[in-house]
């Protein structure tokens, strides 16, 4: 079984009921957007682009597979909705 998210267990979420996620991947997320993310963005909409970053993380070992901005400067079709 994979690890990395909080919640491991195989048993369904009833509505209203939290997870905790680990603080490994509370942490791992903020490196993300401060590293990654957020200078990209910020490349991003110095070129004009509208304010959009995402980043995809491996569950197994939270590495970034990948992490991108808006570019619909390049192309309207690639906005970030």
Do not use: C, W, Y
Not at 17 to 32: D, G
């Amino acid at each position: 079984e994979q690890e990395g998210m909080g919640n491991e267990s195989s048993t369904p979420l009833r509505p209203g009921q939290t997870v905790a996620p680990k603080p490994e991947l509370i942490e791992r997320l903020l490196a993300v957007l401060e590293s990654e993310i957020i200078p990209k963005t910020q490349k991003g909409v110095d070129e004009g682009n509208k304010i959009f970053g995402a980043a995809i993380l491996r569950k197994s070992d939270l590495s970034t597979v990948f992490a991108a901005t808006n570019f619909e400067m390049a192309n309207p079709l690639n906005h970030g909705e």
